[in-house]
């Protein structure tokens, strides 16, 4: 039995101050991703930058305190890779590829949102489809592939509270949304929509804003998606709204294997 998680913390230093260790240390999960970590490993102290048990890999962006994704893992990986090759993406610490004999996991911190025509909105579809390129060279090459994190959109309209106000709002768009119907046409399965298909009020993130969160006025932005071939393999999914400490909740992924 394999237990993945992937969380948008935030601020990997302020989510220490919150419990993160004591979370990670009771949860156990055998893999999990870290999105928006907002630091440099030189800027952690021992305990985070290498937890007692896990093997740890970092992605920092140039920018300090910004963006960020990092890899904590029970089992070594044969082999990591820190970002897709592409300097626009990797200079914001957006990626990690991890090779696990078994499959490849890509951690993704996919970028935010802007209203249609913004130049980071542009960015934002070319590193959706660089992320996508990347995942089915994998396929193409016989690998089965697990991509997860916070993909910064939501899909159908039970992924998010109030739908029908946010027809042209970033992380709702048209384009957005799109894509995200690409990936399932592509042989992607998001495995939460698989084992709670009808499932609504199962969000991920809650603004700050307006006590979002006590009010479940929230949106599903955080994914674990599949490769058809390891759909037999997939035991349970599920979204951690009661772990605080972000204004994102983890998610999992539960695998036999």
Not at 13 to 42: N, V, Y
Not at 106 to 123: D, E, M, N, T
Not at 153 to 163: I, N
């Amino acid at each position: 039995m394999l237990r993945l998680f992937a969380w948008n913390v935030n601020g990997v230093r302020a989510a220490q101050r919150k419990g993160f260790l004591d979370w990670l240390h009771s949860e156990r999960p055998d893999i999990l991703g870290l999105c928006e970590t907002k630091a440099a490993p030189e800027q952690l102290d021992d305990a985070l930058r290498r937890p007692d048990g896990y093997h740890a890999y970092w992605a920092g962006a140039e920018r300090k305190g910004y963006s960020g994704t990092a890899l904590l893992s029970r089992r070594e990986p044969r082999q990591v890779q820190v970002g897709l090759g592409i300097e626009e993406f990797d200079a914001e610490g957006r990626t990690i590829v991890a090779d696990y004999d078994d499959f490849v996991l890509l951690v993704s911190y996919c970028p935010i949102g802007v209203k249609k025509g913004h130049p980071r909105q542009r960015y934002k579809m070319r590193y959706y489809r660089a992320l996508l390129r990347h995942c089915d060279a994998l396929r193409a090459r016989g690998r089965s592939v697990i991509f997860c994190g916070d993909i910064n959109s939501a899909h159908r309209p039970a992924d998010l509270a109030r739908p029908q106000h946010h027809a042209n709002s970033a992380g709702y768009l048209p384009v957005e949304r799109a894509w995200l119907d690409e990936v399932i046409a592509a042989g992607y399965i998001d495995t939460f929509r698989a084992r709670h298909p009808q499932r609504e009020g199962a969000y991920s993130f809650w603004s700050y804003r307006t006590r979002a969160r006590e009010r479940n006025i929230g949106w599903r932005f955080d994914y674990f998606f599949i490769s058809r071939d390891l759909q037999p393999y997939l035991i349970d999914a599920a979204i951690h709204s009661d772990v605080t400490g972000s204004d994102h909740c983890p998610v999992s992924l539960t695998l036999d294997l």
